[in-house]
């Protein structure tokens, strides 16, 4: 389980179907046998693992675009890095850079700031040290156990 630090994630999802979501006014999604990565930030109370607890619950109530995309998909796991710093906006550059990366919804998860887009589509899940080697030194991968 993630610590209650603050600090950037990314979360790597699994489509649990293939058709298209509905993304609250952003639109359609369209969801296939590829995984995506979502990264966002957690440095209010609670942290990473109070960030990490609410993605893993079903929203009845969507507030986040990816409260909207959780329905939809299963979490493998998380990549996090704890510190007070900002690393949300690299990392979602860095990750559309992966060879093969897409952006599938431009404005996912980043209605608040000038990045396209902090969901990123791939045909597979990276590999760890690919990982490691994008999100840069102080990353951790930790599972979903729920």
Known sequence: MPSSQPGTYAVLLSPSHQG?????RLGDLMLGTDCF???????????????CRHHRRIATRPHWHLDYL???????GYWIAYGTERRE???AQA???????????????????????HLV???????PETLIRVLGPGTAWI????
């Open 89 to 91: 906006h690299a990392w």
């Open 70 to 76: 959780r329905p939809h998909c299963e979490i493998i």
């Open 20 to 24: 298209p979501v509905t993304i609250g």
């Open 37 to 51: 990565i979502y990264v966002g930030s957690a440095l209010g109370p609670g942290g990473i693992a109070a960030r």
């Open 95 to 117: 990750l559309g850079r992966l060879p093969g990366a897409r952006r599938p919804l431009p404005g996912f998860g980043s209605s608040d700031c000038d990045c396209p887009a």
């Open 121 to 127: 589509e791939l045909d597979a899940a990276p590999q």
């Open 143 to 146: 599972p979903d156990l729920s």
